[in-house]
């Protein structure tokens, strides 16, 4: 079955400390991994996807298929980081996102 | 990217009722999409709205509860019907280009049923 797994609600990290967000996924062929966030008042919208292999706002995020995990990082947290984060993949030839069930990242001054 | 407008943004509405929901796009769009995110959990997706033929449910939506309409390439409508307080929910339209291409969300509807 396909699934994403964030196992945390709740990141609350200092300003200028490293992040991680967790993610794994179950999927039995080849993933499309993504990072979308919601900030406060806004939709949701990409972060990044694996296949970019791009670094967006200092985020970056690796595919490890032996641990079939897409962690979120960041080396050094703002406070504008503080928002909603979910883990998504997608499946076959079709767009369809499969969610995991969000961290809420919270940056302190 | 594209621009999605979705009205209504919220309602509250009594039991029993239904809610259509509109989701507008400024430009042709393959694939349109809905999603309901219960108060607390994730995006789930309910139907893939099929330009010209039904839409397609996923498990555990039909459509007598979600009738999806898509007249064209840039509008949709999604209508949550006899409604009960379970189907209190964010309910949000996303577009993409075609199939491994970006997709973009609406700002969502914000759905109380009392």
């Known amino acids: 079955a396909q699934r994403v797994t964030q196992p945390e609600k709740l990141l609350s990290v200092f300003k200028g400390a490293p992040v991680e967000l967790k993610c794994n996924y179950s999927?039995?062929?080849?993933?499309?991994l993504f990072w979308y966030v919601q900030y406060s008042r806004q939709r949701l919208q990409l972060l990044l996807r694996?296949?970019s292999r791009e670094s967006i706002k200092g985020f970056t995020a690796d595919l490890n298929k032996g641990e079939t995990s897409f962690h979120l990082k960041k080396p050094f947290a703002q406070e504008e980081d503080s928002a909603m984060y979910y883990c998504?993949?997608?499946?076959?030839?079709?767009?369809?996102?499969?969610f995991g069930t969000g961290t809420l990242l919270a940056v302190q001054p | 990217s594209a621009v999605i407008s979705q009205k209504p943004s919220r309602d509250i509405c009594q039991r029993g009722t239904s809610l259509t929901i509109q989701c507008q796009v400024d430009?042709?769009?393959?694939?349109m999409f809905w999603y309901r995110q219960q108060p607390g959990q994730s995006l789930t997706l309910i139907a893939t709205?099929?330009?010209?033929?039904?839409?397609?449910?996923e498990s555990g939506f039909v459509i007598d509860k979600f009738p999806i309409s898509r007249p064209n390439l840039t509008f949709s409508t999604l209508t949550v019907s006899n409604m009960s307080p379970e189907d209190s929910s964010i309910y949000l339209c996303?577009?993409?280009?075609?199939?491994?291409?970006?997709?973009?969300f609406g700002s969502g509807t914000q759905l109380s049923v009392l």
């Open positions: 998504a993949l997608r499946s076959g030839a079709t767009n369809k996102l499969i």
């Open positions: 996303s577009v993409g280009q075609g199939a491994r291409e970006k997709l973009f």
């Open positions: 999927y039995s062929g080849s993933p499309e």
């Open positions: 709205a099929n330009q010209g033929s039904e839409a397609t449910y």
């Open positions: 694996h296949i």
């Open positions: 430009s042709q769009v393959t694939m």
